[in-house]
């Protein structure tokens, strides 16, 4: 790999390979940038960008990550260079005409891609903001303008806030990068929602999943390694109680890395699942490493770091370390680091990510016993102010103060302030959701609560007009409804149903 250069005063990477041409245009913006109103602006750039090419002989693509978003291509450098002039005239005037179909696409998209276990892990660990973006749909599409993203690609798809990388013999003759003048936008700091760690969260019932945010480095590359390893083998092979396990190691901004394990399971085996999960990172915990694997483990690693030297692949990663204003490492320099790893080294790493672990137990799981918090999904803070019973369920109180709104009931509350609220969803039927920093979401139905149109109009005085996200009417069907008088005995009615949910599933998409 060459040393940093510049390309129309964009920094850029270049490594010699052999083989199809591939380059790559990326910006320091995604997921985690996003405010949760504005949630999916960025991949909506991405889509409106890329339309001009429509179906293309070579192969291109646009992705949206939680730090990066990128625009690459493989093909000749003919084709190359009519791409990313092609992405850089795409930004400068995005095709607005297609931005209702856009839209329609991407809630497409998402519907058929369902929420994962780094999802869940993301919003329970950072809430409604920064990195727990990717746990919630793209709300903000619907209303998204021509001036909100017009706004956006001024903000963050420009020269300063730009990188290039290019897999190939050189650089492509009459390469052009147009792109306007901006600030290099550093990536945002992290937030948390978690008081205490290591923490636990019950999840789905099929899958158990862990993560950590801990250094990064080629010890941690190696300890996430040695634990899918470890998982796999107590798991699978030993146990037969799954059949999918893997690890994860992303490098994030600032020096650190998030580390990700999932477990699938059978319902009927997923207490099994958990005490052989948690079985497995007590061990690493204790740093019960063999020296003689950790060597394979780094040994492999040295030999698909070699092919990805060769093939380019390296680059990408390099290119988000210039964004991120890190020490851009050669192949030489990666290496003598990973010489370094030792027993010692790993069972360190290992040490901070079981102290710093979030875990997703299957179903209603617990995992105390285990030396694992359970994760708040309740509010300790409560407001004064006009209290409303619940029509039905007069024990189901919503109170609208000068600083929030709490939903209680018994010695259940949830509480948003309007000080800490990342948005407000706003149904035409009325409806109000409002969703906290810490993740927490109180819904408000006005059929539901006595005077409940004149407690949604005061409560859209107190609602910055930023905050707000405009969403899709709802089927009568779907429009909860007083419930008709009943015996003493009964089951819990709608009223009750929807507070019970609100309450235990307080992070709920």
């Not at 690459?72 to 005409?97: K, N, S, T």
């Not at 394990?261 to 699942?273: F, G, T, Y």
């Not at 039927?429 to 810490?438: E, M, N, P, S, T």
């Not at 005085?461 to 419930?483: K, Y």
Request: with cysteine; proline share 8%; net charge negative.
């Amino acid at each position: 790999m060459n040393d940093p250069f510049e390309v129309d005063g964009i920094p850029a990477l270049l490594a010699p390979t052999t083989g199809p041409m591939h380059a790559g245009l990326v910006f320091r913006v995604g997921h985690a940038d996003e405010p949760l109103a504005r949630r999916g602006i960025t991949h909506l750039i991405e889509h409106l960008a890329l339309f001009s090419f429509g179906v293309a002989d070579y192969h291109y693509n646009g992705t949206t990550g939680v730090e990066h978003t990128f625009f690459h291509m493989q093909g000749a450098e003919d084709d190359i260079v009519a791409f990313l002039h092609g992405v850089c005239a795409g930004l400068h005037d995005l095709p607005m005409h297609r931005l209702a179909t856009e839209k329609e696409i991407l809630r497409t998209e998402e519907n058929g891609r369902g929420e994962g276990a780094a999802d869940a892990l993301a919003l329970w660990r950072h809430g409604a903001r920064d990195y727990g973006m990717p746990g919630y749909p793209e709300w903000g599409l619907t209303g998204l303008t021509p001036d909100d993203l017009r706004a956006w690609t001024a903000r963050y798809f420009n020269r300063q806030n730009a990188a290039l990388w290019i897999a190939g013999s050189g650089v492509p003759a009459g390469l052009e990068l147009k792109l306007p003048e901006g600030t290099r936008r550093p990536a945002p700091t992290p937030s948390s929602t978690l008081p205490v760690r290591p923490a636990y969260f019950a999840g789905g019932s099929d899958v158990v999943a862990w993560d950590a945010v801990v250094e990064r480095g080629q010890s941690t590359a190696v300890f996430a390694d040695l634990l899918k390893r470890s998982l796999f083998r107590s798991l699978r092979q030993e146990s037969g109680l799954s059949y999918n396990v893997h690890t994860e190691y992303t490098p994030r901004a600032g020096g650190r890395a998030l580390l990700t394990a999932v477990a699938d399971s059978l319902p009927e085996k997923q207490e099994a699942v958990l005490g052989g999960f948690v079985d497995v990172l007590a061990a690493a915990r204790l740093g019960r490493f063999d020296p003689a694997e950790v060597a394979v483990v780094a040994g492999r690693r040295r030999e698909e770091l070699g092919r990805a030297e060769e093939a380019g692949a390296r680059l990408p990663g390099q290119v988000f370390n210039l964004l991120d204003g890190r020490p851009v490492q050669s192949l030489d320099e990666v290496l003598a680091e990973l010489d370094t790893v030792t027993r010692d080294s790993v069972a360190a790493v290992a040490a901070a990510a079981c102290a710093d672990g979030l875990l997703m137990t299957p179903g209603r799981s617990e995992a105390d016993r285990a030396g694992y918090t359970a994760a708040p999904t309740g509010s300790e803070r409560t407001v004064e102010g006009a209290t409303y019973p619940a029509l039905g369920a007069p024990e189901i109180r919503l109170t609208v103060g000068e600083t929030g709104l709490t939903l209680a009931r018994e010695d259940s509350a949830v509480t948003v302030l309007f000080a800490e609220c990342s948005a407000v969803l706003q149904w035409p039927d009325g409806a109000r959701r409002f969703v906290g920093h810490d993740a927490i979401h109180v819904q408000v139905e006005p059929a539901l609560f006595p005077n409940g149109p004149e407690v949604i109009a005061a409560l859209d005085a107190r609602t910055l007009p930023e905050l707000r996200v405009p969403m899709p009417a709802r089927g009568p069907d779907r429009i909860p409804r007083p419930p008709a008088p009943t015996p003493a005995q009964r089951p819990p009615n709608a009223v009750e149903r929807m507070v019970i949910r609100a309450i235990r599933r307080v992070r709920g998409r």
